[in-house]
């Protein structure tokens, strides 16, 4: 049975500060890794995607890939209470093709 | 504005009825999926479609039934359904065979099973 495990939190942080969502996964033939946010009552939109070891960034949000730990996170930097959501860890499955299996998410609260 | 269209945004139903959820892209996609919701839960996998064909059928009862019209298309038939299986269900496009696995998401179907 393949898995994405992440913390569900919540995780607070003040406004301004760096938010850290972390997730590991099981199957170690995964190539594709992904960050999904989701609002309350909506549909999960891409944040980020890293294939690559190592680091990614793209603007405030920067995806970290360790294949040999099978831990990929994302950094939030500069935190505001609009990136209060739900954090949905993706990963494809290596043998279905392009097939997601997601995490059961975090829930990150930024106040102000 | 989301480019992958889900119909109805809400739907209710009895346990002895027929419906059908709708969703329609057209980014040319060749692979369209049923994820199913349930609230502070993460999408769950139900069916995959890779060029109009059923490629991956995730263990669902046979209540649901998917079909592929066309490339464009994509519905979920709902017979016979319970309580349970009241949720959002997302419906999702990816652009194969490039395989980047990015999902397009639509706003979801939320069903009520009564």
């Known amino acids: 049975q393949k898995e994405v495990e992440q913390n569900s939190g919540p995780l607070s942080v003040p406004e301004g500060a760096i938010a850290s969502l972390n997730c590991t996964y099981s199957d170690r033939g995964s190539q594709s890794f992904f960050w999904y946010r989701q609002y309350s009552g909506k549909s999960p939109e891409l944040i980020m995607f890293?294939?690559?070891?190592g680091d990614k960034e793209d603007g405030r949000f920067t995806a970290q890939l360790n294949k040999a730990s099978q831990y990929v996170s994302l950094l939030i930097r500069d935190s505001q209470p609009s990136d209060s959501a739900t954090y949905l860890c993706a990963v494809m499955e290596s043998q279905a093709g392009t097939a997601l299996i997601f995490g059961k998410g975090t829930t990150l609260s930024v106040s102000s | 504005d989301t480019e992958v269209t889900q119909t109805p945004k809400h739907l209710v139903m009895g346990m002895t009825n027929k419906k059908s959820l709708k969703c329609e892209q057209h980014?040319?996609?060749?692979?369209m999926y049923w994820y199913k919701q349930k609230a502070k839960k993460p999408p769950e996998l139900m069916f995959v479609?890779?060029?109009?064909?059923?490629?991956i059928n995730e263990s669902v009862p046979s209540r649901f039934s998917p079909e592929c019209p066309n490339s464009s298309l994509l519905n979920l038939h709902l017979h016979a359904l319970q309580p349970e299986d009241s949720a959002l269900y997302l419906c999702?496009?990816?652009?194969?065979?490039?395989?980047?696995?990015?999902?397009?998401f639509g706003e979801g179907s939320r069903l009520t099973v009564l």
């Open positions: 980014m040319g996609h060749r692979a």
């Open positions: 890293i294939y690559s070891n």
């Open positions: 999702a496009s990816s652009n194969e065979p490039r395989g980047d696995g990015e999902l397009f």
């Open positions: 479609y890779s060029y109009e064909k059923l490629s």
